[in-house]
């Protein structure tokens, strides 16, 4: 059994010529293409010396390179270790040491970064680098001319034996690499539909008019599509039968990064690999391009369009988004952040007809944990930071801080995660492990949540960023997110700072729009009507950039180790003033 080699090798014989990859409009990669280029670069890592086990960094951005050079190490059954492009030296060194990675798959793009760290990397014994630039190092494209696209050697990987590190985003301290197993994507991938049958008997939704609606709701359909035994079903014998039989390409533009767990996890490991459907459709701008992002949409045709929040914020932004045809759009996608109700009913208003698949997690999982369905034929019905319910193969609870259940409805606790979808440890630290998965299988999230009446989570903010203001509790996300309300703010991030009198104090930390003035007075009286004084900053720092994650998420931590200056002295100016 090799999992890659087999489903690739499926596709490939059962679907030739079906178009799997889109890079731009005018490239495009058919399964036997791609099977076939797999094989060549597998064929040259096992001839230098890569082997089971053994672990390689692939970075590169949203491109086919990426997903071949993934499955390449794969199929040998060495671990790939996905890399963020954006990494400067420092980053790049950490990940490959920590990761102990003896191979770096990468693009001239991304190479003076990768170089200025290439002396303090001395595990790596080679380097891949597409367009490469440089004698010293190996050309991506001449290895694959260079060798045969016949299968690798034939390497025994089971659903027991590691798939991936991926490293989290490192917000609470240094990133730390998830292992994950082959074994949890079938569960994942499971546990998606699950929750997605589940939720259409409560909605309306715009496809197939008044009979499928009707069809829907009826108590009989409602209670066949809740089965858990129907989900097993379609994922465990219905999926693996039509596998490479259906010609049709489910065509989904996407600007997630892949080397994100949101991606990497649901997108590439459980709904490309497993499923065969999907027909992944790229810009090939490196940076988020929303315009060129618009024509690709108009150019291919897509049935969904899947980005981050911060990126469908600037693409709803486009000047004259209207001339662009988005009718064959069924499905929007988002996630890896809070999508608020404000943002999710702009995008209906552009986007009408269509549905919107939004998911929760987080790098330890597979990695959504919770998933929301919303319509456009219901768009009083959103509920605003709701993270919906979880999948069908999750279990869920909130705790307290002394570990009790919470029962109440809106009383806030953690949020531990309980499934085989859940990681199987923290890469080389087994202290970090046992501190976030307890003896009898609860994963720590960290994350501060609540659940609603009708059953919903909600997520308040990360437990490690609470302020604590005279003895009060302050959720960062909660002013982050008035602030970023008014129209002169691009991105917000409040901190504490500590103060004698009340513990913490909190400073909001502004990031203008291009053009914008604003004054400290301004920021502070546009938040008084709209929350309480004990949350409201008490200063605040106008910077011209945030450190921003992958997801569109601004670092906290990043933000007050860069600015710590600033705020000192907006500190002393506060304190002038109170007295």
């Given amino acids: 059994m090799n999992i890659v080699g087999d489903l690739l090798k499926i596709y490939a014989e059962r679907s030739p010529q079906k178009v799997t990859f889109y890079y731009g409009a005018d490239r495009k990669e058919t399964w036997k293409e791609v099977n076939d280029r797999v094989n060549s670069l597998a064929n040259a890592l096992y001839d230098l010396g890569i082997r089971k086990g053994d672990k390689g960094i692939v970075m590169f951005h949203d491109c086919p390179e990426f997903i071949e050079s993934t499955c390449a190490l794969q199929k040998i059954g060495a671990i790939p270790s996905p890399m963020n ?122 496809i197939g008019g008044d009979f499928t609606n009707n069809l829907l709701h009826r108590p009989l359909v409602g209670k066949f599509l809740a089965d858990p035994g129907i989900h097993k079903i379609i994922t465990n014998r219905i999926l693996p039968m039509l596998r490479g039989r259906i010609p049709l390409e489910v065509k989904i533009v996407s600007n997630f990064p892949l080397f994100h767990m949101a991606f990497f996890g649901a997108g590439i490991e459980s709904g490309w690999l497993l499923t065969g459907l999907v027909t992944f459709c790229w810009i090939k701008n490196p940076k988020f391009d929303p315009i060129e992002t618009m024509e690709l949409v108009d150019k291919l045709k897509p049935v969904a369009l899947a980005m981050v929040p911060a990126q469908w914020y600037r693409l709803l932004e486009i000047p004259g988004i209207d001339k662009y045809d988005k009718s064959s759009l069924l499905l929007l996608g988002t996630g890896a952040g809070i999508n608020p109700k404000k943002l999710k009913e702009r995008m209906f208003k552009i986007f009408p007809n269509t549905m919107m698949g939004d998911g929760f997690g987080q790098t330890e999982l597979a990695p959504v944990g919770t998933i929301r369905l919303d319509s456009s034929a219901q768009i009083d019905k959103i509920v605003d ?48 492990t046992k501190e976030a998965i307890t003896s009898d299988g609860w994963f720590h999230s960290e994350d501060l949540a609540y659940l609603d009446e009708a059953g919903e989570f909600h997520i308040v903010d990360r437990k490690g960023e609470v302020i604590n203001v005279g003895g009060e509790k302050v959720f960062p996300h909660e002013v982050e997110e008035i602030l970023e309300s008014n129209p002169k703010v691009l991105y917000a991030c409040l901190l504490g700072v500590p103060d004698e009198m009340y513990g913490k104090i909190p400073v909001g930390m502004i990031n203008l729009r291009e053009g914008e003035q604003a004054t400290e007075e301004e920021m502070i009286d546009f938040c008084r009507d709209k929350m309480s004084g004990i949350k409201r900053p008490r200063f605040c720092v106008f910077v011209d950039e945030f450190p921003i994650n992958p997801a569109g998420k601004v670092l906290r931590r990043e933000v007050e180790e860069k600015f710590k200056g600033e705020i000192k002295e907006g500190y002393g100016r506060w304190k002038k003033k109170r007295k």
């Fill in 85 to 206: 492009y954006r990494f400067v030296s420092r980053e790049i060194e950490y990940q490959t040491n920590n990761s102990d990675s003896k191979v770096f798959l990468t693009e001239d793009l991304w190479l003076e970064n990768v170089k200025k760290a290439k002396p303090k990397m001395p595990k790596v014994e080679n380097y891949i680098v597409l367009n490469n630039p440089e004698e010293e190092l190996l050309d991506y494209e001449s290895l694959i001319r260079e060798y045969p696209s016949k299968e690798p050697p034939e390497v025994e990987v089971t659903w027991d034996d590691t798939a991936a590190i991926v490293y989290t985003g490192g917000t609470t301290g240094m990133p730390k690499g998830t292992v994950h197993t082959w074994s949890e994507f079938p569960p994942h991938l499971e546990g998606l539909l699950g929750a997605a049958l589940k939720s259409l008997p409560q909605m309306r939704i715009p």
């Fill in 385 to 432: 930071r709701s993270v919906g319910i979880p999948l069908t193969t999750v279990e869920t609870k909130i705790v307290d801080d002394r570990g009790n259940i919470i029962t109440k409805a809106e009383e806030i606790g953690e949020l531990l995660y309980r499934s085989p979808t859940v990681m199987k440890e923290y890469y080389k630290d087994a202290k970090k």
